[in-house]
């Protein structure tokens, strides 16, 4: 007997079905418990099994959705992240349908995948010459969470690569990505301006505000003054999303206003973050995206205007006023008159991590296996090394140099992808990772050039500009590779998704003409609304 035929709309209401009964158990074991916290993961079940109905195989928009959600629902009795949960409902549900034949599980690989694959069974050997948390392998390792991140990516990669993108979603894709994060960044500024509502927040949602029973006594964050690390990502995404849209010219040029007003409203969330790596990033999306439409004439038009902007901003201060702190600290790697505080705080900043770098390369302690790496995680004593760091404050004792430099030295928290990706996995595995990543980059200013002239470009643009700048930021900004490597996976999977979607376009015949898109350009050097 074959296996039925079953619909993505029946399997979904099964498992409405199946998920009202197992709503059903659970708050009726709750009510009679009286725990308020399974009550609240009852409930939490309704919106996911909407969710589950309305979206059938589309579920995989969970995945960015959550992409960028690190913090925990305190509310769920569960030990994962928000964007660990998303990225289980989407692999679970996509299991379901190659199981039922509704998504196809074979499909053509490419150089990219082939690539993941050896760089993942490279990762494979280096957990098992380096085991963490398996007592089978009398391991004495703690720390392994990086690896069950890797996983989980990895899964996704597969889901995403197979994964069918309609013309609505490509139209709204950048909105998966901000909404969110733009929800994650105000409940965190409302938890640092206002600390007596950090408790209540993080009770909702741990990656904003503070757990502390005392939060409330904590120091006030001053907008301007104080770093709101929370809108980092906000700010990133959204300059990606307009560089991505429009015409990076047509950002500055006043016969858009709402473009204008949209474009400084991101810089200046960019300032109030306080991240100079964000502020570079914003540039990089806004030369991309003039050079992939490839108007180099705007691109020299538009860096005049920046430059005279930023001669502006520089000449101003301290002079005639005095900008946010924030605003200085993002700015401080260019020639200027900044508050010596803050000069100092970003000075010190970098300094602080060239000392680290050179202490950790030559310490053995640190690096262990610099040809192979030595693994994620860290040993009980480094453990015990860090506890004591954290119960006795920075100035506390410490084997090798600060405590909080030693802390960071074990984790592999270095500011620098080369350095944590040579512990971590080694100069063989480093070699394989950042292949893979200046594959994608090349990968991803094909697919650009495809698109060019098509309904995808905008969907490109969006998802190739970070991938085609990681290569440089990874080396010579910031990089860990603990984080980045399911960051990697996640792109990786995008690609395939983007790649898949534009053969479509291209098979039905649904691309726009060269014309039509010049036309379309020269549309935005007119009046809005015209």
């Keep these: 007997m074959g296996v039925p035929n079953i619909t993505a709309n029946q399997l979904m209401l099964w498992a409405a079905l199946l998920g009202g009964l197992l709503l059903a158990v659970l708050l009726g074991s709750a009510v009679g418990s009286s725990d308020m916290r399974l009550v609240a993961a009852a409930c939490g079940l309704i919106p996911l099994l909407v969710i589950l109905v309305k979206l059938r195989t589309n579920i995989w928009v969970l995945v960015p959705i959550g992409w960028f959600l690190s913090g925990r629902l305190p509310w769920l009795p569960l030990p994962f992240a928000v964007r660990d949960l998303c990225c289980m409902v989407v692999i679970l549900s996509f299991a379901a349908f190659v199981m039922m034949r509704i ?18 069974a490279y990762l494979v050997t280096v957990f098992l010459r380096n085991p963490v948390g398996v007592w089978a392998f009398q391991s004495q390792m703690v720390g392994g969470r990086p690896y069950f991140e890797i996983a989980l990516a990895f899964m996704v990669f597969l889901v995403l690569s197979r994964a069918t993108l309609t013309q609505s979603i490509a139209n709204i894709f950048p909105f998966l990505f901000i909404i969110p994060a ?28 503070s757990m502390s ?34 015409n990076p010219i047509t950002l500055l040029s006043p016969i858009h206003p709402l473009r204008l007003v949209l474009f400084l409203a991101t810089i200046g969330i960019i300032f109030l973050s306080g991240f100079r790596s964000a502020l570079v990033f914003a540039l990089v999306s806004f030369a991309l995206g003039a050079v992939l439409r490839r108007r180099m ?13 930023l001669m502006l901003l520089i000449s101003v201060q301290g002079n005639i006023l005095r900008l946010p702190a924030t605003m200085q600290r993002s700015l401080s790697w260019l020639p200027g008159d900044w ?9 010190g900043s970098s300094q602080w991590r060239f000392d680290m770098w050179i202490w950790a390369w030559n310490d053995e302690r640190i690096f262990r296996d610099k040809i192979w790496g030595q693994g994620f995680g860290f040993t009980y004593d480094e453990m015990n090394i860090m506890a004591s760091a954290l119960l006795n404050g920075s100035s506390g004792p410490a084997f090798i140099g ?42 991803a200013l094909q697919l650009c050039r495809r698109a060019y ?24 900004v910031f990089g860990a590779l603990d984080s980045n490597y399911s960051q990697i996976l996640f792109w990786a999977g995008l690609l395939n998704m983007a790649n898949n979607y534009l053969d479509g376009l291209v098979l039905t015949g649904r691309t726009a003409t060269t014309k039509s898109v010049a036309v379309s350009q020269s549309s935005m050097l007119q009046p809005a609304g015209t």
Excluded at 190 to 202: C, D, K, L, N
Excluded at 233 to 238: F, H, K, R
Excluded at 468 to 474: G, M, Q, T
């Design 213 to 246: 029973d005392t939060s409330a006594l904590q120091a006030e964050a001053q907008i301007g003054e104080s770093r709101l690390t929370g809108v980092k990502d906000l700010g990133m995404l959204g300059v990606l999303a307009l560089c991505s849209r429009y």
């Design 339 to 347: 508050d010596t505080e803050v000069l100092n705080d970003a000075q």
């Design 182 to 209: 733009g929800i994650a960044g105000a409940l965190d500024v409302i938890a640092r301006v206002i600390p007596q509502t950090s408790y209540p927040i993080a009770m909702f949602y741990s990656g904003a505000g």
């Design 103 to 120: 998504v196809p599980w074979k499909r053509k690989l490419g150089s990219l995948d082939y690539l993941v694959f050896i760089n993942l």
């Design 297 to 309: 004439a705007d691109l020299w038009i538009t860096a005049g205007v920046m430059i005279l902007g």
């Design 402 to 443: 600060s405590s909080a430099q030693e802390s960071q030295m074990i984790t592999g928290s270095f500011h620098s992808g080369p350095l944590s990706s040579i512990k971590f996995i080694g100069i063989v595995g480093f070699a394989l990772y950042y292949s893979l990543m200046v594959y994608m980059g090349i990968y």
């Design 453 to 476: 002239a098509t309904k995808a470009f905008t969907l490109a643009l969006f998802i190739c500009i970070p991938i085609i700048y990681e290569p440089f930021n990874y080396i010579f």
